[in-house]
């Protein structure tokens, strides 16, 4: 009986995850923190409802064959129609609930001015004006980035 419980648990996993996945990997997503003149580039997102109106890191998934930095500079690219620099980690990585590996860079603005392209709204962040951010309006994934975030700031 505990063989065909296991092999019923492994059936059920494995089509559980080939709903969204394709292979084993946690799929990485890269997420910026363009900081220019002691502030930090948040957005607004726009989908999915649960996550609409709520501030993050702008970013995206890494697909296949994409280095975090690459990836990271075409999200941006698409979602704010700006060209940025990748720089170092910023924060620890943080695993999504349904999988995804999230993981923070700083970076900064090459050329271009960055819009809301795809988010309902853009908003550059003093480290005063992040620590004053309520929370609940903050995607809960890029929370903990926070007090890094201000870190970075004071320093800058
Ligand atoms: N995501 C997140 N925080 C970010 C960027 C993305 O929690 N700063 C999550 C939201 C989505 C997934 O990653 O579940 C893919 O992001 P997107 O929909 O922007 O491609």
Redesign the pocket.
């Known amino acids: 009986i505990a063989t065909f419980v296991t092999m019923g648990w492994l059936i059920a996993t494995r089509a559980a995850r080939g709903a969204h996945r394709t292979d084993d990997r946690p799929q990485d997503?890269?997420?910026a923190a363009i900081v220019d003149d002691g502030r930090v580039l948040l957005a607004q997102?726009a989908?999915?409802a649960e996550?609409a109106g709520k501030w993050?890191?702008?970013?995206?998934?890494v697909e296949s064959g994409e280095t975090h930095a690459t990836a990271l500079t075409r999200?941006i690219r698409e979602?704010l129609g700006a060209e940025i620099e990748v720089a170092g980690r910023i924060g620890a990585e943080?695993t999504?609930p349904?999988g995804?590996m999230?993981y923070?860079y700083r970076a900064r603005l090459r050329s271009g001015t960055p819009a809301a392209l795809?988010h309902l709204d853009m908003q550059w962040f003093s480290a005063d004006e992040l620590r004053r951010l309520d929370l609940d309006d903050v995607?809960?994934?890029?929370r903990d980035w926070i007090p890094e975030l201000c870190a970075v700031l004071d320093d800058a």
């Open positions: 997503v890269v997420a997102r989908h999915p996550l993050e890191l702008p970013g995206g998934r999200e979602e943080v999504h349904n995804l999230l923070a795809e995607v809960p994934a890029d």
